[in-house]
């Protein structure tokens, strides 16, 4: 989470936009993790894909090679350097730029770092009118993610 100034009061903003915040504000900011009360906790979120298993097997097919294609480990590091989210794979923290930039701006390990403490987000509305409308529309995968983030794409 970000945490700085906006009107003279200091808040807690995502680093969803970390990058826009680096290059934008006029004034020191820092970075650091939530604060624990009994446990820690990470909120968890941000640039999901979805397949919509009502269109035919040929699209739901080109849509899982464009989904791999953009969460490769060296395009999502791109992608999280250029928003400030959180790279969602760990093979990105191991490319070339990823490793240069963290080492110059070691707050975009923050967020990172504390997925150790993240439990894996609801998938569908809270509102429980909308959830079988989403269980319709998307293809679910058949082996729930066991935590918020790896490298494992298959279905």
Sequence with gaps: MCRFCLHGRPFLHTTGNLTSVKNK???????GMLP??????????GGNFYIFKDKP????QAAWEFVKWMTTPERIAQW?????????????????VMKK???SFPYATVARDQ???????????????????????TVIC???????WGDDLSL
């Design 80 to 96: 999280s350097i250029d928003t400030g989210y959180v790279a969602p794979r760990k093979s990105a923290y191991d490319t070339d």
């Design 25 to 31: 504000a006029k004034f020191n900011f820092g970075v």
């Design 142 to 148: 058949p082996h729930p993610f066991t935590n918020c």
């Design 36 to 45: 624990k009360n009994e446990t820690y906790g990470s909120p968890t979120g």
């Design 115 to 137: 997925l150790q403490y993240c439990l894996g987000r609801n998938r569908t509305p809270v509102n429980p009118a909308g959830t079988p409308a989403l269980l319709t529309a």
């Design 101 to 103: 930039y963290t080492q």
């Design 57 to 60: 097997e040929a699209n739901q």
